[in-house]
Nanobody, 124 residues
Framework: QVQLVESGGGLVQAGGSLRLSCAAS????????MGWFRQAPGKEREFVAAINWSGGSTYYADSVKGRFTLSRDNAKNTVYLQMNSLKPEDTAVYYC?????????????????WGQGTQVTVSS
């Protein structure tokens, strides 16, 4: 069982930055690929970014490429999502997810564990 706790959400003006963190409880964290997804009101959950077990491979949604950076620190059992140049359309609840596999994927159905979510609101 893996417990995930997100932090770092909040209210920011367009063009600003936030860094989300996701702390995992698992001792096998370095065997889990990790991902971030988001869900805006009235919309389906969508992929944001994912990272493989070592941090050597990352994937991003086209909508955030060049603005968001995902990284991980296996010594701290934590992943970080640095979000720059935020836009109002980035407003959503952001969820951290872990999968029982080494490779990152972009489909939410392949992730086994989920955090409770953290709200990100970008004002125009």
């Amino acid at each position: 069982q893996v417990q995930l706790v997100e932090s770092g959400g909040g209210l920011v003006q367009a063009g600003g930055s936030l860094r989300l963190s996701c702390a995992a409880s698992a001792r096998t964290f370095n065997k889990n690929a990790m991902g971030w997804f988001r869900q805006a009101p009235g919309k389906e959950r969508e992929f944001v970014a994912a990272i493989n077990w070592s941090g050597g491979s990352t994937y991003y949604a086209d909508s955030v490429k060049g603005r968001f950076t995902l990284s991980r620190d296996n010594a701290k059992n934590t992943v970080y999502l640095q979000m720059n140049s935020l836009k109002p359309e980035d407003t959503a609840v952001y969820y951290c997810a872990a999968r029982a596999g080494l490779s990152a994927t972009t489909w939410y159905g392949t992730y086994d564990y989920w955090g409770q979510g953290t709200q990100v609101t970008v004002s125009s």
